[in-house]
Structures are given as structure tokens and as C-alpha cells.
């Protein structure tokens, strides 16, 4: 933490008050003026009901006092919401800009002004010009060996699931002997293991 930026300090700061906030509130003692619909709204009534005071958990590296005070969090006002009308629908769908007439709006490149598309195609990169990493074929195939195959993540709200169980599998996969024993403490572990076996024995794939 010493090489951090000051937004980086302030963003963990941020989090540590929102985590007091929270075990306050599991104790039953955040009072009821603490409370707000968006992060900065309740951090900053946080940071207004307890000054420079630093809760007694958080690191020596990010801690703030009066000496050091930590930044008051700007109030920041939501946009408005607005139901729009059918004329306003229309106009954006049409992609019309409020107040700009049609006629306004030229229809054609101005010259001397070439679009991005234009460049691309007039300015075509000579292909003597791009440089190719020279790898030899059976290095590319040892360095996909070495990647961790791991679950695939989808639309099912598993992706907790997916990220711990890619890490345990490819643990266990690196000293399988040990892991399986170790492993043996409970029946879902147990089974577990035995769908590693598994997969590993390509009995069964990760997305079944």
C-alpha cells in the first residue's frame, strides 16, 4: 500500500467504511440517519456523523485521522427520471438532436476531412509492416498445455461457483494423491473429487 495513489487510498477507505457500516448494522448499532441509496450518499453521511474517526480494524497503511483526515465524499445528485413521450421516442429513435433541424446536419463528409472508415480504407497498413511474433509451433502448444482449463461462465448467476472451483480443480490437479485424501472429510467433497477424477480421465467434461 505504501506506492499507492491517493484514489486508490481513498477508494479502499471507502470500502472499510462500508464495512463498518454493514457490522454496525448486523449489531444493531448504526443509528437510523446513516443510511442512503447510493454508495457516495451513505458514505458521506458516514463520514459526517463520525468526523476523523477511523475504525480500529482497518490497516495502518490506509488509516485517516485528523493529522491525516480522509476526504469528504462528494454529493453527487442522480439524474432525474422522465417518461418520455411518444414524440421524444420517435425522436430518438430517429436519432434527431433536440433544437438541430435536419437540414443542419450535413449529409455529406466536409472536404478536406476524410471519416475514420474513409481512412481505414484509403490507408491500409502494408502488411510488411506488421510484425509476427516468430514462435516455434511446439512452443505455442507447451504454453497452452500450461494454461488452467476451468469452468465455463454463463447467464445460470454460477459465476461465484465457477471462479472457486476452477481454483480447487487446478490445485488438485497438481498433486491429485494428496488432495483426494485430504479432500475426504464430507460427502460433498467426496463427491467432488471423484467428478475430478472424472474430468481428468476425460470421462466427463466441466459444462455437463
Same mark, same amino acid.
Given at each position: %500500500?505504501?506506492?499507492?495513489?491517493?484514489?486508490?487510498?481513498?477508494?479502499?477507505?471507502?470500502?472499510?467504511?462500508?464495512?463498518?457500516? @454493514?457490522?454496525?448494522?448486523?449489531?444493531?448499532?448504526?443509528?437510523?440517519?446513516?443510511?442512503?441509496?447510493?454508495?457516495?450518499?451513505?458514505?458521506?453521511?458516514?463520514?459526517?456523523?463520525?468526523?476523523?474517526? #477511523?475504525?480500529?480494524?482497518?490497516?495502518?497503511?490506509?488509516?485517516?485521522?485528523?493529522?491525516?483526515?480522509?476526504?469528504?465524499?462528494?454529493?453527487?445528485?442522480?439524474?432525474?427520471?422522465? $417518461? $418520455?413521450?411518444?414524440?421524444?421516442?420517435?425522436?430518438? +429513435?430517429?436519432?434527431?438532436?433536440?433544437?438541430?433541424?435536419? @437540414?443542419?446536419?450535413?449529409?455529406?463528409?466536409?472536404?478536406?476531412?476524410? @471519416?475514420?472508415?474513409?481512412?481505414?480504407?484509403?490507408?491500409?497498413?502494408?502488411?510488411?509492416?506488421?510484425?509476427?511474433?516468430?514462435?516455434?509451433?511446439?512452443?505455442?502448444?507447451? +504454453?497452452?498445455?500450461?494454461?488452467?482449463?476451468?469452468?465455463?461462465?454463463?447467464?445460470?448467476?454460477? #459465476?461465484?461457483?465457477?471462479?472457486? *472451483? @476452477?481454483?480447487?480443480?487446478?490445485?488438485?490437479?497438481?498433486?491429485?494423491?494428496?488432495?483426494?485424501?485430504?479432500?475426504?472429510?464430507?460427502?460433498?467433497?467426496?463427491? *467432488?473429487?471423484?467428478?475430478?477424477?472424472?474430468?481428468?480421465?476425460?470421462? %466427463?467434461?466441466?459444462?455437463?
Amino acid at each position: %500500500m505504501g506506492g499507492a495513489s491517493g484514489y486508490l487510498r481513498q477508494e479502499f477507505r471507502e470500502l472499510e467504511i462500508l464495512d463498518h457500516i @454493514t457490522k454496525l448494522r448486523y449489531d444493531g448499532l448504526l443509528p437510523g440517519h446513516i443510511q442512503g441509496h447510493r454508495r457516495n450518499t451513505l458514505v458521506r453521511a458516514y463520514q459526517i456523523w463520525k468526523k476523523d474517526d #477511523c475504525p480500529k480494524h482497518v490497516h495502518a497503511a490506509i488509516k485517516w485521522s485528523k493529522t491525516n483526515p480522509l476526504q469528504l465524499t462528494d454529493y453527487v445528485e442522480d439524474a432525474p427520471w422522465k $417518461l $418520455l413521450t411518444e414524440k421524444e421516442k420517435k425522436r430518438n +429513435q430517429n436519432n434527431e438532436i433536440p433544437g438541430v433541424t435536419s @437540414t443542419q446536419i450535413p449529409k455529406q463528409p466536409v472536404k478536406g476531412i476524410s @471519416t475514420l472508415t474513409e481512412k481505414a480504407t484509403n490507408d491500409p497498413l502494408p502488411e510488411s509492416n506488421i510484425k509476427k511474433p516468430n514462435i516455434p509451433y511446439d512452443q505455442i502448444i507447451t +504454453q497452452r498445455q500450461k494454461q488452467p482449463i476451468g469452468f465455463i461462465w454463463n447467464s445460470s448467476y454460477t #459465476c461465484a461457483y465457477d471462479a472457486v *472451483l @476452477t481454483i480447487i480443480y487446478n490445485l488438485w490437479a497438481e498433486k491429485i494423491n494428496k488432495w483426494n485424501s485430504k479432500l475426504k472429510f464430507n460427502e460433498i467433497l467426496i463427491n *467432488l473429487t471423484a467428478n475430478f477424477n472424472e474430468i481428468k480421465n476425460e470421462q %466427463m467434461t466441466m459444462e455437463v
